[in-house]
């Protein structure tokens, strides 16, 4: 299937009140814009240099996302074009992302990723440290950055029942937090599901999926 059938036959799939994010890491423009003729909007990439390159040379009205880890050195090259950053994974990011927010005048909006996989390359917060921190940004909350919510991804394999089993984790954090966290309107964001996992997490509460790999097919190493 092209990649304008694959995007039309996703989107039936998915409820309306389901984001989707095409994930575009290792992607040519082309393709890019192959997504972008048939309609799509909302692209994510994973590496600050790639992502400030396609922001500058693609159109304007792409709606940017960042769900990489993000180094405080490369902060300047994603904060300022991103609407979504996806994958806040320590604390010390947070506040940096904070302070650069305040230093040029800028709003951010952003995801607490949370490590509910079995891999230990990946990244984030464990559930009792991110609870831990929003206690304390409840109390000395953040100067310009809005908490939309939280991330989080599933171990990479074929147990179905695992990778249920996480989402269903991730979703009961999600739902726990933003029921503790009323004061913050905007915390009502759970990105969770990819191009393998992304039926289970729809039905278990999903409200943004990431996909790549189903709409693009195989990425291509630039
Ligand atoms: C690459 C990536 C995706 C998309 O993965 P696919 O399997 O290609 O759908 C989603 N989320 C994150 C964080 C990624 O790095």
Redesign the pocket.
Known sequence: MSIIEQLSALKKEIPSGVKLVL?S?FQSEETIMEAYNAGHRIFAE?YPQEFEKKVKSLPEDIEWHF??HLQSNKIKMVVPYASLI??VDSEKLLYEIDDYCQKNGLKTKVLLEIHVAKEETKHGFTMDEAEELLEKLRKEPLKCVTLCGIMG?ATLTDDNIEIQREFTLLYSFYSRMKQRHLQWPEFKELSMG???DYKYAVRLGSTIL?????VFGK?EKL
């Open positions: 994930v890491k994973n769900i990489g996806h994958s991804m990819m191009s393998e990431r996909i790549g790999t189903k990425r």
